[in-house]
């Protein structure tokens, strides 16, 4: 079973960026589509951002033009650039890859919460 780790949450003020990174212990390329989740208290987990195995990128409109997904294959690696932080951002990030045979695999979330 392949393992996602997330990292690079914290608190920041409106305004603010984040990076979040999302490390997989095996080959990304086991992954056709990798994805940025969040779930905020007493809300649904919402598809925040995704990006296939070919760097076909899909945002939320909520995020669109402030949060950019990307992957470093290289690293084995997905991140989130979040610019532009609003307070309704706060919520756990959870990291997600889907591949063949029904893979989905999640990573355990990092929490990020936007206030002043």
């Known amino acids: 079973q392949v393992q996602l780790e997330e990292s690079g949450g914290g608190l920041v003020q409106p305004g603010g960026s984040l990076r979040l990174s999302c490390a997989a212990s095996?080959?990304?390329?086991?992954?056709?589509?990798m994805g940025w989740y969040r779930q905020a208290p007493g809300l649904q987990r919402e598809l925040v951002a995704s990006?296939?195995?070919?760097?076909?990128?899909n945002y939320a409109d909520s995020v669109k033009g402030r949060f950019t997904i990307s992957r470093d294959n290289a690293k084995n690696t997905m991140y989130l650039q979040m610019n532009s932080l609003k307070p309704e951002d706060t919520a756990t990030y959870y990291c997600?890859?889907?591949?063949?045979?029904?893979?989905?695999?999640w990573g355990k979330g990092t929490l990020v919460t936007v206030s002043s």
């Open positions: 095996e080959n990304i390329f086991t992954f056709y589509v």
């Open positions: 997600n890859g889907k591949g063949l045979f029904n893979m989905d695999a």
């Open positions: 990006i296939t195995s070919g760097d076909i990128t």
